[in-house]
């Protein structure tokens, strides 16, 4: 087996083997607008003599925390032929992936699991959970709200003002993807319609991007920056009611939707999304915005598959020191201070999805409960959330 990064003239084989492992075609006119779209990705391969056994797709992007934007590596199209399954391939490519994204200087990395189980053996924890609501023809009731307009466009006249009312409302969580141009026609943007409301200054103050089929509007993102805005859009979404029998939208989970309804007793389904590791400990720890307080806690963390992360971190004031374990040294005892803890659970902690105290009750975390104290006043109160996929 040999591992090497596909080029140009792979293209065609890796296609074959999404097609075959992922069960859908590629027509013959799709081809040279995958290879464009290839061209932007990083694809790691195994090699059995020549012919392609498993493969993994790496993309170069960006998340939000707090008002940082940081680099961040997309995993997808991760795909191996049956008869090389369970041979180690995939260990080996997201290994090789790790080793590229430290190297790209990538802080984090961010995947859709087919299997959560599988993907935390090597180190990515669920960091986002996702809200689908269901509402019948019936609860489709209109709320008082202040004047405002809403406009209609599909991707070829949508506005930029979707693209800015995005950018403030991802700020809101951490985690949220950065979406430049390319990723709003290409990956956000198909026969959806996108309804703007727009304030009675005329400013753009959110949006909700839907399709209708079958009866059913399938809200895929409803943003708003204020509570104005999220009405309107909801009384938009009403004015549907003589051409749909029920609305499906797809929120954040920390979203207030549906309590300010007439009706808030809906059927919800909060479902775990996608996954998200630490690939560079050190950087993602320098520039997190920990509470500023009195306090200092050593965090002992372990990861196997990015052995570079292991150490010992002081968090101290607004600074972070690292203690790596020096080569052929060992330690007899464990270090009685500090906190122990694998790299999925600090990921799951810095983005918010479960806080030290949560993780210290189900095992993720031990050490001294005056130190769980101290480390809990410095995570801040964010929220993670992340809309798109790949």
Known sequence: ?????????????????????????????EIPKRKEMLKKHHVLGVWDHGKLAS????????????????EMGGIAGVATYPEYRRAGCVTTLLTASLKEMQARRQIVSFLHPFDIGFYRKYGWEIISDNKKITIENKDLKMLDAPAGTVRRYKKEDYPEAIEAVYGQYSRKYSGMLVRDRDWWLNNIFHNETAAVFYNGKNEARGYIIYEMKDRIMEVREYVALDHHAKVSLWNFICQHDSMVGKVNMHVSAHESFPYFLKQPKVSTEIYPYFMGRIVDAETCLDQYPFSDTDGQVFLHITDQYAPWN?????????????????????????????????INAVSAMLFGYKTPG???????????????????KKIPPVKPFFYDFF
């Open 1 to 29: 087996m040999e591992l090497k990064v596909l080029t140009e003239k792979d293209y065609i084989e890796s296609m074959k083997l999404s097609m075959y492992a992922f069960q859908y075609e590629i027509r013959e006119e």
């Open 55 to 70: 493969k993994l797709h790496l993309l170069s992007l960006k998340v939000t925390m707090g008002e940082k934007e940081w």
């Open 358 to 376: 949560e993780l210290y009750e189900m095992g993720e975390m031990q050490g001294p409960e005056s130190e769980l104290l101290e480390l809990e």
């Open 310 to 342: 292991d150490g010992s971190y002081l968090l101290s004031g607004n600074e972070v020191k690292a203690f790596r374990q020096k080569t052929g040294s060992a330690c007899t005892t464990p270090p009685k201070r500090g906190l122990h803890l694998k």
